[in-house]
């Protein structure tokens, strides 16, 4: 009997049946595949988060004014080198090794734990050391980027990185070292996925302790009361920053899952960047309706800043929340924000970029709100690790902070700053044909 095209169909359905039936369920993933894609993530969204580097710069730069935007940017690419060079000097060690439910790891360099070539064992959920290490030094910089913008415009450079040593060498790694590390809020339960707290809340600290004891710019505050705006240099600079720190911040979060070798790892990651994604589109809306409603007009900066507190309060926990979940989380975010913008005026705390709004009170909200989706974190334990963290980082970086003003110095003087921090501590500014009429070549 001839083959007709029915038949052939149905012969073949049967084949792909046995077929199936005869396959095992699951394959499992070889180890060094595992090994391979580990790694990579690790580079890639290590790749995305110092990308990061350049949205605080432009963010910074765009909320600064023109006179000091060169100086700016040099703080920005500086810290960053800085960052790095102490992590491998002392911070990693301090943070990761040895902790063992501890308060504090070891004292030593950084050293490559793994062999090379031919000797490298593959083993499931391994990845190259140096990866891990390098996804774990961006995040360092991170922190110091916070105090930064807030200190902008009359802090001295060397002074600024003076303290940008002292809190990724130890501030840093020793808070780290509590959850990260193994120590003893890791103990606890304490959950910070990537950071909320251990990155952004010690930055935010360290910044408002260095604007209190810095003090304001000058004619920012009269003594009547008024706030004096001063209005940023480029605010098509601050929104570029603001999408570039949006794009870093999937590798910040998305990388947090810290393995990439398996199917289920792969959908936790998709399910983070996602969450990631919606806080901060929820941060803007809700920060753009309160601008609304309390001034009739939207304010770009407060949408901007908005997105950022989105970011900033779903990275404690952006693996268990619903896509519905993570936008009210982070319109939580967007609101406070927006709110705690006046009341630092108010109590005369001048942040020239927001910073203190977004990752300090976005950080507390954000670690504070992990529980509402994730059953393993507790509200005592996760109250119990802002309360540690926040006075460990604010007694620190106070001392930091007095030790520099009374020996270098921390502030500039008055007429560098009226005149401008780039022409005084560069000599050159970032915009010098500004109000020099038309030029010719």
Known sequence: MALTATNFRRAALAAIALTLVAAPARAEVDPEVQYILNTFSFIINGALV????????????????????ATILLKNISLFAVAGITFYLVGYNLMYMNVDGGWIGSLAI???????????????????????????????????????????????LWSFLLFVVLLTTISYPITGSWVWGGGWLSEMGFVDFAGSTLVHSVGGWAALVGAII?????????????????????????????????????????????????????????NVVANTSMAAAGGIVAAMILSQLLYKKVDLTLALNGALAGLVSIT?????????????????????????????????????????????????????????????????????????????????????????????GVRVSEEVEHGGMDKAELGLEAYPEFGRGSQTL
Do not use: C
């Open 50 to 69: 110092m990308w990061m580097a350049a949205g605080f710069a432009m963010l910074e730069s765009g909320l600064a004014r023109t006179k000091n935007v």
């Open 110 to 156: 950084w050293s490559q734990s793994d062999a090379t070539g031919d000797a490298i064992v593959y083993e499931a959920g391994t990845y190259a050391s140096a990866s891990d290490w390098f996804f774990q030094m961006v995040f360092v910089a991170t922190a110091a980027s916070v105090v930064s913008g807030t200190v902008a415009e009359r802090s001295k």
């Open 214 to 270: 810095i003090g304001p710019r000058i004619g920012k505050y009269s003594r009547d009361g008024r706030v004096n705006p001063m209005p940023g240099s480029n605010l098509a600079l601050a929104t570029l920053g603001t999408f570039v720190l949006w794009l870093g911040w999937f590798g910040f979060n998305g990388g947090s899952m810290l393995a990439l070798g398996t199917g289920a790892d792969a959908t936790g990651m998709a």
């Open 316 to 408: 404690a926990g952006p693996d268990t929340p619903s896509i519905g979940g993570a936008i009210l989380i982070g319109a939580v975010g967007g609101v406070l924000a927006s709110l705690t913008v006046p009341l630092l005026d108010k109590l005369k705390i001048d942040d020239v970029v927001g910073a203190i709004p977004v990752h300090l009170v976005g950080g507390i909200w954000g670690t504070i709100a992990v529980p509402i989706t994730n059953a393993d974190a507790s509200f005592g334990t996760q109250i119990v690790g802002i309360i540690a963290i926040g006075a460990f980082t604010a007694v620190f970086s106070a001392v930091a902070w007095l030790l520099i003003k009374f020996t270098v």
